[in-house]
């Protein structure tokens, strides 16, 4: 790991696909930051995406290391543990793409390496900074029901594991985040449409405290969509992640009222970036740690086995 500068952290990112080339251009874009360079084992794809932001392209992730303070983990998900464990034992801060990785072993190893080695481990669950979360966060008090809709059309990637881990789990982080209570019991169902793991998941969650939650999820739609709508005693929040926008209704002297919930546009990525390195310069724990990432992948595998388990994805 690169010495420690108390005024721009040195950053680079491991796998400049899709997401990647996204937190190479925050990186690059950040105040506190400095983007070093990149590596991708598509040495064509991490020379583009260099050139792009004004920085080095790597020959291997070790020679990247060695200069940076802080990483980004946006390899394929399969690959993530496999990744990010020898950085962590080598020192180096790390933001690892959601989600964590692909089994509770491989997450315990992670916890237990960016603890042994004092190193940060944040997770990419992006939607915890989404300033629909930062709203629900302040007016969500008594969840009595949830719905969680999560649309999308076929990624072509992303398809290493099945639309639970790659999406589902958004919803699962923020709504176990919200609820906090323990999950009692869970009923999934899903199916493959065109992949090898399920494309369609559905799912409800029962928990200690009496609230349900439903999870539909799906990544064969032709539209897009990500709502979460929350009753509570006196009202009900619907909110959508991807406007950055909703509203409450609630029952005021006899009469049903409705009102916009007010927001502030951002992005999302940009603001849990910062928030990664705000953690590294001044010590503080990450919003996403590894347990908040644990306990969300530890649902989304129950909610696989199950799946799985009725046979309806190859
Ligand atoms: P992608 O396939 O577009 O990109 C992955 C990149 O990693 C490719 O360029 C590939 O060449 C490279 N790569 C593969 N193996 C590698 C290795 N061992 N070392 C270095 N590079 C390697 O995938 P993506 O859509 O960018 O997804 C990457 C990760 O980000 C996944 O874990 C995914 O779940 C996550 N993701 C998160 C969000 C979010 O909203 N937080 C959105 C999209 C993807």
Redesign the pocket.
């Known amino acids: 790991m690169a010495e420690v500068n108390m005024n721009k952290v040195t950053c680079g990112v491991?796998?400049?696909?899709?997401?990647?080339m996204h937190h190479a251009r925050l990186y690059s874009e950040l105040e506190n930051a400095k983007l070093v360079g990149v590596?991708?084992?598509?040495t064509l794809?991490a020379k583009v995406i260099a050139d792009q932001y004004g920085c080095e392209a790597f020959p291997s992730?070790a020679a990247l290391a060695k200069k940076c303070q802080a990483l980004s983990v946006?390899?394929?998900?399969t690959?993530?543990a496999?990744?990010a464990i020898p950085l962590l034992e080598a020192g180096c801060h790390l933001l690892v793409?959601?989600?964590l990785c692909t089994n509770l072993a491989e997450a315990e190893a992670m916890i237990a390496a960016a603890e042994a080695h004092h190193c940060i481990l944040q997770v990419?669950?992006?939607?915890h900074f989404n300033p629909v979360n930062g709203y629900l966060e302040t007016h969500v008090r008594a969840p009595k029901y949830i719905t969680a809709d999560r649309l999308s059309p076929f990624?072509n990637?992303?398809t290493d594991?099945g639309v639970t881990?790659?999406l589902m789990i958004?919803d699962l982080g923020v709504v176990l985040q919200l609820v906090r209570s323990p999950v009692r019991s869970i009923e999934a169902i899903g199916i493959g449409v065109l992949s090898q793991t399920e494309d369609i998941a559905n799912a409800r969650l029962h928990f200690e405290n009496g609230c349900i939650a439903d999870f539909n999820t799906s990544r064969v739609s032709t539209k897009k969509e990500r709502t979460l709508r929350i009753f509570q005693p006196g009202g009900y929040l619907s909110m959508d992640f991807m406007a950055q926008s909703g509203h409450r209704v609630w029952k005021e002297a006899g009469c049903i009222r409705q009102e916009a919930v007010p927001l502030q546009k951002t992005e999302p990525?940009k603001a849990e970036l910062k928030s990664f390195i705000d953690c590294i310069l001044h010590a503080h724990a990450p919003k996403v740690d590894g347990y908040v990432a644990r306990s969300a992948l530890s649902t989304a595998l129950e909610i696989t086995r199950q799946i799985q388990s009725k046979g309806l994805v190859s």
């Not at 946006?74 to 998900?77: A, E, R």
């Not at 990419?124 to 939607?127: K, L, R």
């Open positions: 491991i796998g400049v696909g899709h997401l990647g590596f991708d084992t598509d794809r992730v946006v390899t394929p998900t690959m993530h496999a990744t793409e959601k989600p990419g669950h992006v939607e990624p990637r992303g594991v881990l790659d958004h990525l």
